[in-house]
């Protein structure tokens, strides 16, 4: 079955640099991988995804991925934090044949003035 | 406009009451899910469908029942069966094989 883990549930960065959200998964054929942001309160937004095709993935408010299948994994980035990136962050996948959609706990991203 | 929508945002029950939650979208999405989200845990599937009239079971379906008779319709009910219901619930729906699912807005539900 597939699975993600999040390293750090809160992450600190200072405004202006570099972002980087650890994803690492588990599945068992070439997975589909999405992150997403979500804000207090609110439902949650696709940031960007991974289906096949190029590894490095670029998605909304200047955030990109890079798939790793030697390290299973599909750490999140972001050259230059803005403080409106304050939100919470989650990875998913999926194996596709079931249509089932796993969450990692998810990474608190907080930035410093 | 198309899209998601969760009904109501919050809602409050008494404890031993069964409690429906509502989800419909106009977005001809083949699958939809359902989400319960406590702070620390992520987001946890509780049960999903990937056509009418047929369902699975998520991670943690005890406690809880769904329905899906209308392609545009996923409702979920919170029985008296479920130990810990107060949490914040997320609905979402999907095309399938692969593709990211989008979320409604989320029901609050607080049982005293």
């Known amino acids: 079955a597939q699975s993600v883990t999040q390293l750090g549930s809160h992450v600190s960065v200072s405004e202006g640099a570099l972002v980087l959200l650890r994803c690492n998964y588990s599945?068992?054929?070439?997975?589909?991988l999405f992150w997403y942001v979500q804000y207090p309160n609110q439902g949650l937004q696709l940031l960007l995804k991974?289906?096949?095709?190029?590894?490095l993935v670029k998605g909304i408010n200047g955030f990109e991925a890079e798939f790793k299948k030697s390290e299973t994994s599909f750490h999140l980035t972001k050259p230059s934090a803005h403080m409106s990136d304050a939100a919470e962050y989650f990875c998913?996948?999926?194996?596709?044949?079931?249509?089932?959609?796993?969450f990692g706990k998810g990474t608190r991203l907080h930035i410093l003035p | 406009d198309g899209g998601i929508t969760q009904s109501p945002k919050y809602l409050f029950r008494k404890e031993g009451q069964n409690v429906t939650l509502s989800c419909e979208q106009n977005?001809?999405?083949?699958?939809m899910y359902w989400y319960r989200q406590d702070p620390g845990q992520g987001l946890r599937l509780i049960y999903y469908?990937?056509?009418?009239?047929?369902?699975q079971k998520g991670d943690i379906a005890e406690g809880y029942s769904v329905s899906r008779e209308k392609k545009e319709s996923f409702p979920l009910t919170v029985t008296s069966a479920q130990k810990n219901p107060t949490a914040f619930y997320l609905c979402?729906?999907?095309?399938?094989?692969?593709?990211?699912?989008?979320f409604g807005q989320g029901t609050r539900l607080t049982v005293v």
């Open positions: 979402a729906s999907g095309s399938g094989q692969g593709a990211e699912a989008f």
């Open positions: 599945s068992s054929v070439p997975p589909y």
């Open positions: 991974y289906t096949t095709g190029a590894t």
């Open positions: 998913a996948v999926s194996e596709g044949r079931d249509d089932k959609i796993i």
């Open positions: 977005l001809n999405h083949d699958a």
């Open positions: 469908s990937q056509i009418v009239n047929d369902f």
